[in-house]
């Protein structure tokens, strides 16, 4: 394959969950860029049909479809509904997060009194999804014998939270979302060194601290401790998004990409 034909993505069709959340919409755009076409799905449906649309406005080929990341009957539906209206999905992004920050008055217990109703709700759906996902959508590529999958992983699946830039900010990581982004990581090894020989990649994106409107002590202390100085910007994903899911990773398998402005290379 010629060295401009690498990250050529023409005819094929890509499922991002996560579809109304703040990446969904970047790995869009990264994707169309190449010739992709875009199923974006998310459990919010009007929000997600909403992004879909200020995309298309951009001329982005991209349509929007309900998926409850958390149970296989909505994923098995969702697949369904892409083969019925595309032929097949070559790329899958496991792009679904969930902290449960603006959904529970006990997001910022102690790990002491961490309750579990709030654990098991940010495992179901960054853990749980990710696995139903792949396990759904995986083996639809398997019976094609080709496609690529990329879980959306997080610093904090490969490092500990910096406990200490917390306080005082009104922000806080709880461990579930820690746990279950390791958690990706691990999923994404053993189903690449499972499926590499018939023709599935699978790999993982860690994002760094994504800049969303951050400010004050928070800020600045995680400017002084990230080595380039600042957050990520949300655009300075696409590269990677398009190079896993291109040809360009062909012998790439079961790799974490981290994109953190070299927050955990101190």
């Known amino acids: 394959m010629s060295e401009l034909n690498l990250f050529d ?16 919409s970047e790995h869009a ?12 799905a998310d459990f919010n449906g009007e929000k997600c049909t909403q992004a879909a649309d200020a995309l298309v406005k951009e001329g982005v080929n991209v349509s929007a479809k309900f998926c409850d990341v958390t149970k296989k009957e909505s994923w098995e ?9 595309f032929g097949k999905v070559d790329i899958l992004i496991n ?26 709700a940010i495992m179901n759906v960054n853990l ?12 639809h590529m398997l019976q094609n014998g080709k496609g690529s999958i990329i879980n959306i992983a997080s610093l904090y699946g490969v490092v500990s939270p910096n406990h200490k830039i917390y306080p ?29 020989e018939k023709g599935v990649r699978v790999n993982a994106l860690t ?7 951050h400010e004050g002590l928070f800020l600045q202390r995680f400017k002084q401790l990230n080595p380039i100085g600042r957050m990520s910007d949300k655009t300075e994903l696409r590269g990677g998004i398009v190079f896993l899911a291109s040809d360009a990773s062909s012998h790439v398998i079961g790799h974490n990409l981290i994109i953190d402005g070299g927050w955990t290379a101190w």
């Open 9 to 24: 993505l023409s005819g094929k069709i890509a499922i991002v969950t996560g579809g109304a959340g703040l990446l969904a």
């Open 29 to 40: 755009i990264a994707l169309h860029a190449h010739g992709a076409q875009i199923v974006l």
């Open 77 to 85: 539906t969702l697949l369904k509904q892409v083969v019925n209206e």
């Open 95 to 120: 792009n679904a997060g969930f902290t449960n920050q603006s959904k529970s008055a006990n997001f910022d217990a102690s790990f002491e009194n961490f309750p579990l109703e709030d654990w098991n």
């Open 128 to 139: 749980t999804g990710a696995f139903l996902g792949c396990q759904v959508v995986g083996k």
């Open 168 to 196: 005082g900010t009104g922000i806080s990581q709880p461990v579930a979302y820690s746990v279950s982004k390791h958690g990706v990581v691990a999923l994404t090894k053993y189903l690449a060194t499972l499926w590499a």
């Open 207 to 213: 994002p760094g601290g994504i800049f969303n409107g």
